[in-house]
């Protein structure tokens, strides 16, 4: 049973920055993305930062300029580096894995515990 363990979320003043860590406890095979999803009170999961096996990445609009998503394959590892916080950044946030399984063709997501963020005004 794969795991993803996330860390670094926690409360900053707007402005500040913040690194979210995500690892997975042992090697998924068949990974095509990694990302990082938001979720704030009565609003629904959103994606924020998608990066690719090869390295494509994606952002909302709402972070671009701010947020930079990265990988260490060999780790199992992704990064969401978030500066210039803005109170409406504050969420919990989620990491995501998605596999993609052969026969029949078929993704497979695993999704972290969540960890919150919170930027004070």
């Known amino acids: 049973q794969v795991q993803l363990v996330e860390s670094g979320g926690g409360l900053v003043q707007t402005g500040g920055s913040l690194r979210l860590s995500c690892a997975a406890s042992?090697?998924?095979?068949?990974?095509?993305?990694m990302s990082w999803y938001r979720q704030a009170p009565g609003n629904q999961r959103e994606l924020v930062a998608s990066?690719?096996?090869?390295?494509?990445?994606n952002y909302a609009d709402s972070v671009k300029g701010r947020f930079t998503i990265s990988r260490h394959n060999a780790k199992n590892t992704v990064y969401l580096q978030m500066n210039s916080l803005k109170p409406e950044d504050t969420a919990v946030y989620y990491c995501?894995?998605?596999?993609?399984?052969?026969?029949?063709?078929?993704?497979?997501?695993?999704w972290g515990q969540g960890t919150q963020v919170t930027v004070s005004s």
């Open positions: 042992k090697s998924i095979f068949g990974v095509s993305a």
């Open positions: 995501n894995v998605r596999a993609v399984l052969l026969d029949p063709l078929r993704n497979l997501d695993y």
């Open positions: 990066i690719t096996r090869g390295g494509s990445v």
